[in-house]
C-alpha cells in the first residue's frame, strides 16, 4: 500500500489557486531555498517543532526518549537529530504540546476521504486540491495514483512546483492536473545555485516542455529585494516567458511568516539577507510584465 509523507493540510485556502482549496504539503524537496517559509517541507524525513515558550522544563521527554536524544543545555531542551529515531514518545509524553511530530504517512485512501469531506467547499467555490510542499512530485507513485482518483472524482488538481525534477513525474500526471503552480525563482544560474541549491536548467527545460504539452500553467515568481528584482533579471525572466502560453504570472513578494520555524528546528535563519520590495518596486515590475501582454498578479 502506497504511503506518503505529509506534514500539513490546510483548508480553506485562497492563493493556492481557482476558489477554496484544501492544499496538501508533502514532505521533501530537491531545492533548499534560504528564504523558505516552510523549512519543515525541506527534509524527507520526519522531524520535531520544539517550541520553547511551551516548555516547563519537566524532563518528561528526556525520561522517554530510548535514543537519549534530547539534552539539557543553556538554549533549552534541544534534540540530537542524529541519533533520534522520531518515534514520538517524546511528544506523546509532554503535557504543554512543547513538542510536536512534522510529518505522517497518509495511504492514498485515508488521505482522498480527508479531501472529500471539503467537497461542498470545491462545488460552490470552483475549488479543489492543490498538492504542495515542499515537492509533492518527489512522491510521484504516490502522487500519481492520488491525482487520477481525484479526477475521476471530478475534484480539480493543482500542482504548486518547484520544477527541479525528471519530466517524466510531470509527465505521469499531466492528463489529471487542472493548473500548475509553478515557481521560477530566478534567471541568473549561479544565483539560482548560491541560494536554492541547485542551477535552474531542468527548471526552465521543464518549463518549456510542460507548455508546449498544453499544460495549464501560473507563473510565480518570488521577489526579494536586491537579490532577484533589478531590471536585467526581471526582463531576463520576461524574455525567457513571453513567447510561452503562461495563463498567468503571480509576484510574491518576500515575506518573513515562517521564520519562527527556523528556532523550532533548531536552525538559524538568516533573515537579515532578505527584504520584501517596495510597493513601488512591486508596481514597477508589474509593469515591465504587462507591456508584453502577460497576466500578471501581485501576490497569490
Not at 510531470?170 to 549561479?190: E, G, H, I, N, S
Request: proline share 4%; aromatic share 10%.
Amino acid at each position: 500500500m502506497k504511503e506518503a509523507v505529509i506534514f500539513n493540510i490546510q483548508k480553506f485556502c485562497l492563493h493556492d489557486g481557482p476558489g477554496i482549496r484544501t492544499t496538501i504539503f508533502f514532505k521533501g524537496c530537491p531545492l533548499h531555498c534560504q528564504w523558505c517559509h516552510n523549512p519543515e517541507s525541506q527534509s524527507f524525513h520526519r522531524e520535531f517543532f520544539y517550541n520553547r515558550e511551551k516548555c516547563s522544563g519537566c524532563g518528561r521527554c528526556l525520561q522517554s526518549c530510548p535514543q537519549g536524544a534530547i539534552m539539557t543545555t543553556p538554549r533549552g531542551i534541544l534534540t540530537d537529530v542524529n541519533r533520534c529515531h522520531f518515534c514520538g514518545n517524546c511528544a506523546a509524553v509532554c503535557f504543554n504540546d512543547a513538542r510536536e511530530t512534522v510529518g505522517h504517512p497518509y495511504t492514498v485512501h485515508a488521505l482522498v476521504q480527508e479531501i472529500e469531506m471539503d467537497r461542498p467547499f470545491y462545488e460552490q467555490s470552483g475549488g479543489g486540491v492543490t498538492l504542495s510542499g515542499g515537492e509533492a512530485l518527489c512522491q510521484i507513485d504516490f502522487v500519481a495514483e492520488l491525482v487520477k482518483i481525484l479526477h475521476h472524482k471530478g475534484i480539480s488538481v493543482a500542482v504548486d512546483t518547484c520544477g527541479h525534477l525528471p519530466f517524466s513525474c510531470f509527465d505521469r500526471v499531466l492528463k489529471y492536473v487542472d493548473v500548475f503552480l509553478y515557481d521560477l525563482k530566478m534567471m541568473d544560474a549561479k544565483l539560482h545555485k548560491q541560494y536554492t541549491g541547485q542551477d535552474n536548467r531542468l527548471i526552465l527545460e521543464n518549463l518549456v516542455r510542460l507548455v508546449n504539452k498544453g499544460a495549464v500553467v501560473h507563473l510565480r515568481v518570488p521577489l526579494l529585494d536586491g537579490i532577484n528584482t533589478d531590471d536585467n533579471q526581471i526582463l531576463a525572466l520576461i524574455d525567457f516567458v513571453k513567447d510561452l502560453k503562461i495563463s498567468r504570472v503571480h509576484l510574491l513578494p518576500y515575506h518573513a511568516t515562517g521564520s519562527y520555524k527556523y528556532t523550532r528546528l533548531q536552525r538559524e535563519y538568516p533573515g537579515h539577507l532578505w527584504a520584501r520590495p517596495s510597493d513601488a518596486r512591486l508596481h514597477k515590475i508589474k509593469q515591465l510584465f504587462e507591456a508584453y501582454k502577460l497576466n500578471v498578479k501581485i501576490g497569490g
